[in-house]
Nanobody, 127 residues
Framework: EVQLQASGGGSVQAGGSLRLSCTAS????????IAWFRQAPGKEREGVAT????????YYDNSVKGRFTISSDNAKNTVYLQMNSLNPEDTAVYFC????????????????????WGQGTQVTVSS
């Protein structure tokens, strides 16, 4: 059974950094794409970043390009989201999600076509 565990959220002041982790079990890790989504109160869910674990291709929402980096440690079945230069607009519950790479494209970050979801981790950025 596919299981995703997200962790690493917390509270930080503007300009600070956090690193989120998403650990997967029950999958052939290199055959999956992993993505981070976020949802702020009163807002729709939005895609943040995704990585094709097998080939390392990454995609980012324009709002986080240059500030966030997604990476994978295949030996640990873990994907990280390094978040730098955080601002209050980044405050949200962050979720990791997974899908197989068959028919996968980076545009799925926009469509949200991910089939397995982990629990959220809260990120709060204060001024």
């Amino acid at each position: 059974e596919v299981q995703l565990q997200a962790s690493g959220g917390g509270s930080v002041q503007a300009g600070g950094s956090l690193r989120l982790s998403c650990t997967a079990s029950g999958v052939t890790f290199e055959h999956f794409a992993i993505a981070w989504f976020r949802q702020a109160p009163g807002k729709e869910r939005e895609g943040v970043a995704t990585i094709d674990v097998g080939d390392g291709d990454t995609y980012y929402d324009n709002s986080v390009k240059g500030r966030f980096t997604i990476s994978s440690d295949n030996a640990k079945n873990t994907v990280y989201l390094q978040m730098n230069s955080l601002n209050p607009e980044d405050t949200a519950v962050y979720f990791c999600a997974a899908r197989g790479t068959s028919f996968y494209t980076g545009l799925d970050l926009i469509s949200g076509r991910y089939y397995y979801w982990g629990q959220g981790t809260q990120v709060t950025v204060s001024s």
